[in-house]
């Protein structure tokens, strides 16, 4: 696909397939939730890049028609938590989380110092959150100014939706890879200045985890949060129990992991924390009371063996989650991947997580999370129009699956256990279709 146009068409397109997107945020457990909205067999128009109608009935001549009948189409995914530096070591053998980002992470990392680096891997990724699906991110680059230009850049040649920041790390890391305070704020305000709030992009004030920032950065990291209530904050948070372990030991002065962040300045309404695993009551609280969220990661948290995280705790405090990747600790940039993950995940804790739930925390729920909800996560007139359209089975064992199944959530079900991105059709992105399906 063209990568080289921003602009959204102003072609009148309508879109026919299966329609299913949500209301509201299903209840834990409950496969008839009413917050579930499903049009079969509808159309939806877009107009300038915009979801301006959904409607039974044909729409009339002068109407670009794409007619996807008997597929699913689905809001654009929205990945929480994700590098775009880790492509190079996705996929790497036999270490828990402080090994892996020394073996593995920071050397993969301080390539992207070299710019032609970060733009290379910059289109690299973009490319494939578009195979899978995924229409905004939220991003990690790494800590050279460079890597964060690079992704800003890209996302606005494809008109995604991405939130990102060059990462803060001035101690605990290699030469290559280590800022310092002022150049880091230097390097903050002037990616503000260029990026944030420009077209589809905003900033996050990215502090890698509390081991790698020594007090005096991270006090800087909430001074610019202070500065400005529409950044975003993304850090780690309690992944894994010898990190937990190791920033009890750095910050004798916190009473937990979360309240170093707290302390800092730097837990806020739109604060995204990965991980999360190991929380407690009142961390959750705190979660809940300043509406910061958690980015679960399952796929990385199984792959790492960093634990398993208790989304029902996270929902009976009030505390919201959303879904991440987390590649490269996570295996796959895919979301259904991801959510068949956090099934299993739930499950290893007793708990059942139903395909509305997994759905809805990448679609919807994430929307609402990151304060979005007017722009992205629900096909519905005045959201831009990022969506996916998927095929339902593409292969025999998916077909009969589809066939047997009774009730729609047993169908949405099986098909975000079994699809893979085969079965995705198209990616658009703000009414440009940005990927299709290769063809054999
Ligand atoms: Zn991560």
């Known amino acids: 696909m063209s990568a080289t146009s921003s602009a959204p068409s102003t072609t009148r397109i309508a879109l026919r397939g299966d329609l299913l997107d949500f209301t509201g945020d299903p209840a834990w457990g409950e496969v008839d939730a009413a917050d579930v909205r499903w049009r079969p067999d509808h159309w939806l128009l877009i107009e300038s890049g915009r979801i301006t109608g959904v409607q039974a009935d044909a729409p009339p001549a002068g109407w670009e028609r794409h007619d996807h009948r008997g597929r699913l189409i689905l809001p654009g995914f929205i990945d929480t938590h994700v590098h775009m530096p880790q492509l190079d070591m996705i996929a790497s053998y036999g270490t828990e989380l402080l090994d892996w980002l020394n073996t593995y992470t920071f050397p993969a990392e301080i390539r992207f110092a070299d710019p032609e680096r970060s733009q290379a891997g910059a289109a690299l990724f973009l490319g494939a959150l578009l195979a899978n699906g995924t229409t905004s991110a939220v991003v990690f680059p790494t800590a050279h100014k460079v890597s964060a230009d690079a992704l800003f850049a890209g996302a606005q040649q494809r008109g995604m939706r991405i939130v990102t920041g060059k990462v803060l790390q001035d101690r605990h890391s290699p030469d290559g890879l280590r800022d310092d305070v002022v150049q880091a704020e230097r390097d903050c305000i002037?990616?503000?200045?260029?990026?944030?709030?420009?077209?589809?992009?905003?900033?996050?004030v990215t502090v890698r985890f509390a081991p790698t920032s020594t007090p005096e950065q991270l006090a800087m990291a909430g001074a610019l949060?202070?500065?400005?209530?529409?950044?975003?904050?993304?850090?780690?948070?309690?992944?894994?129990?010898?990190?937990?372990?190791?920033?009890?030991?750095?910050?004798?002065?916190?009473?937990?992991?979360?309240?170093?962040?707290?302390?800092?300045?730097?837990?806020?309404?739109r604060s995204v924390l990965a991980h999360g695993v190991w929380l407690d009551d009142d961390d959750r609280a705190t979660l809940r009371e300043t509406g910061a969220h958690i980015a679960h990661s399952p796929?990385?948290?199984?792959?790492?063996?960093?634990?398993?995280?208790?989304?029902?705790?996270?929902?009976?405090?009030?505390?919201?989650?959303?879904?991440?990747?987390?590649?490269?600790?996570?295996?796959?940039?895919?979301?259904?991947?991801?959510?068949?993950?956090?099934?299993?995940?739930?499950?290893?804790?007793?708990?059942?997580?139903?395909?509305?739930?997994?759905?809805?925390?990448?679609?919807?729920?994430?929307?609402?999370?990151?304060?979005?909800?007017?722009?992205?996560?629900?096909?519905?007139p005045g959201r831009v129009a990022d969506l996916a359209i998927w095929d339902w089975a593409v292969e025999p064992v998916g077909h009969r699956r589809m066939e047997v199944a009774r009730s729609l959530h047993e169908k949405a079900f099986?098909?975000?256990?079994?699809?893979?991105?085969?079965?995705?059709?198209?990616?658009?992105?703000?009414?440009?279709?940005?990927?299709?399906?290769?063809?054999?």
């Open 190 to 204: 002037d990616l503000i200045q260029r990026w944030h709030g420009r077209d589809r992009l905003a900033y996050a």
């Open 225 to 269: 949060c202070a500065s400005d209530a529409t950044l975003y904050m993304q850090t780690h948070v309690a992944e894994n129990r010898d990190e937990v372990q190791w920033v009890r030991e750095l910050f004798p002065e916190a009473r937990s992991y979360l309240d170093v962040y707290t302390r800092a300045g730097l837990m806020h309404r």
């Open 299 to 380: 796929s990385s948290n199984l792959f790492l063996g960093s634990g398993l995280f208790d989304w029902r705790a996270a929902v009976n405090s009030g505390a919201a989650v959303s879904l991440a990747s987390d590649v490269g600790g996570g295996t796959s940039l895919s979301m259904i991947r991801t959510m068949g993950d956090a099934y299993k995940v739930q499950a290893m804790g007793g708990q059942r997580l139903t395909a509305w739930k997994a759905l809805h925390a990448a679609t919807l729920g994430a929307a609402q999370a990151l304060q979005l909800e007017h722009e992205i996560g629900a096909l519905e």
């Open 414 to 440: 099986a098909w975000m256990t079994l699809a893979d991105d085969r079965n995705l059709v198209e990616t658009w992105v703000a009414g440009v279709a940005r990927h299709r399906r290769p063809t054999a």
